[in-house]
């Protein structure tokens, strides 16, 4: 009999210890892996500059080109270049045939000799008819001379101005500026009427481009405003432009609303005591092209100097940015900030911050703002930050 209660006693024993195994091996199972722990990292305030920019690319044009016409009627002489030379400021590009010019200067030069001798006359008539007492029609004969002195002198002055136009025009087209030849429209021999454009001349230092700016961004772009521009082709060179054409009706493809701002290159030569990027940029300008690509940073908001954090160092609740100042014995405080302008990376701070402060910086951390409690801060449990570098909670101790 106590054999059997010993058995019977052994089987429960073993059962239990079964059961056991079973559950802790059901636990095991069952059991979620350990979260990854977070990290954060330190982040010093520091003074610097901080730039927005609305950003395009686009191709170079030519921004000075000019039309240069014929300033009389006449036969083409000669041309004297072709399109792709390159000319100097006062060459002589073109001539008309100046025998025909020489023979209107001449008949223009009779013209105003016989206006002068018809005004003489028209005062020697009027002088006759004041002096006549005798004629019954001495009032009238009067106002009819002074008319024609009138006139006389009116054709006159038409014929001194006709002669003067004349011999100001030049049978020949020379260039305003120096630069390179675009077009050609005349041969010699053609007859042409004043004012017919007989070639197209270019400034090759003077470029342009257009860029496509959306309609989110377009209120920030202002006309004159500051803007920089980089070339594929030459690389590590910024060159300075400015915005010279906003346009004022949209540009809509596929139902995306944008608005094309031209920019041009500014002279860098014209530029007060240009720093050493400049002076980098002049000796490279010479390699600028039309057609070339080139991406354009229009500047619409600027900070010298001021207090900078990363973005990610940042939380807002309430309309209030706040950021975790770790003091130098290791506790954390959440402060209260006032920030200004602020890019992808950093955000300038006008209050709450000194230069040299260190703040967390939540590894992967975005600027998204907090919802729930106060105190506590980003730290899981609170308290101090055990050391320097990037802090893992959970770790240390």
């Given at each position: 009999m106590k054999a059997l209660m010993k058995k019977k006693v052994s089987k429960i024993i073993l059962a239990v210890v079964l059961c056991g195994v079973a559950t802790f091996l059901l636990i095991s199972v069952f059991k979620p892996d350990s979260a990854p722990a977070l990290q954060y990292q330190i982040a010093t305030v520091w003074g610097g500059n901080l730039t927005i920019e609305i950003t395009g690319s686009g191709n170079l044009a030519l921004s000075s080109t000019e039309d240069l016409t014929f300033e009389m009627a006449g036969t083409v002489q000669e041309v004297l270049v072709e399109e792709g030379d390159s000319v100097e400021e006062g060459q002589v590009l073109a001539r008309l045939d100046t025998s025909e010019w020489e023979n209107e200067l001449t008949?223009?030069?009779?013209?105003?000799?016989?206006?002068?001798?018809?005004?003489?006359?028209?005062?020697?008539?009027?002088?006759?008819?004041?002096?006549?007492?005798?004629?019954?029609?001495?009032?009238?004969?009067?106002?009819?001379?002074?008319?024609?002195?009138?006139?006389?002198?009116?054709?006159?002055?038409?014929?001194?101005?006709?002669?003067?136009?004349?011999?100001?025009?030049?049978?020949?087209?020379?260039?305003?500026?120096?630069?390179?030849?675009?077009?050609?429209n005349v041969s010699g021999g053609d007859e042409?009427?004043?004012?017919?454009?007989?070639?197209?001349?270019?400034?090759?230092?003077?470029?342009?481009?257009?860029?496509?700016?959306?309609?989110?961004?377009?209120?920030?772009?202002?006309?004159?405003?500051?803007?920089?521009?980089?070339?594929?082709?030459?690389?590590?060179?910024?060159?300075?432009?400015?915005?010279?054409?906003?346009?004022?009706?949209?540009?809509?493809?596929?139902?995306?609303?944008?608005?094309?701002?031209?920019?041009?290159?500014?002279?860098?030569?014209?530029?007060?005591?240009?720093?050493?990027?400049?002076?980098?940029?002049?000796?490279?300008?010479?390699?600028l092209r039309e057609g070339l690509t080139v991406t354009v940073s229009i500047i619409v908001d600027q900070r010298i100097n001021v207090l900078l954090v990363p973005n990610g160092a940042i939380t807002t609740q309430g309309g209030q940015s706040y950021v975790q100042v770790l003091s130098s014995n290791g506790t954390i405080e959440r402060r209260a900030i006032k920030t200004g302008i602020t890019d992808d990376v950093n955000t300038e701070v006008t209050d709450g911050l000194s230069k040299g402060e260190k703040v967390i910086v939540p590894q992967g951390a975005t600027t998204t703002t907090q919802q729930g409690g106060q105190g506590g801060g980003m730290f899981p449990g609170g308290?101090?930050?055990?050391?320097?570098?990037?802090?893992?909670?959970?770790q240390g101790g």
């Open positions: 008949t223009l030069e009779l013209n105003l000799l016989q206006a002068k001798i018809n005004l003489e006359n028209a005062e020697l008539d009027l002088e006759r008819a004041e002096e006549d007492t005798t004629s019954d029609f001495r009032t009238s004969e009067i106002a009819i001379r002074k008319l024609q002195v009138k006139l006389a002198k009116g054709r006159l002055e038409d014929a001194k101005k006709a002669l003067e136009e004349a011999s100001e025009a030049n049978p020949e087209v020379t260039a305003p500026f120096g630069g390179f030849i675009t077009k050609v042409v009427k004043k004012g017919t454009v007989a070639m197209t001349l270019a400034d090759p230092n003077k470029f342009e481009v257009d860029i496509l700016v959306s309609e989110m961004d377009i209120s920030q772009v202002e006309k004159g405003g500051m803007a920089t521009l980089q070339a594929d082709a030459i690389s590590g060179i910024s060159f300075p432009a400015k915005v010279t054409y906003i346009a004022p009706t949209a540009t809509i493809q596929s139902g995306v609303v944008n608005y094309k701002v031209t920019v041009e290159v500014e002279s860098l030569s014209e530029q007060e005591s240009p720093s050493t990027s400049q002076a980098a940029a002049t000796s490279q300008a010479s390699q308290g101090t930050f055990p050391g320097g570098g990037t802090f893992t909670p959970g």
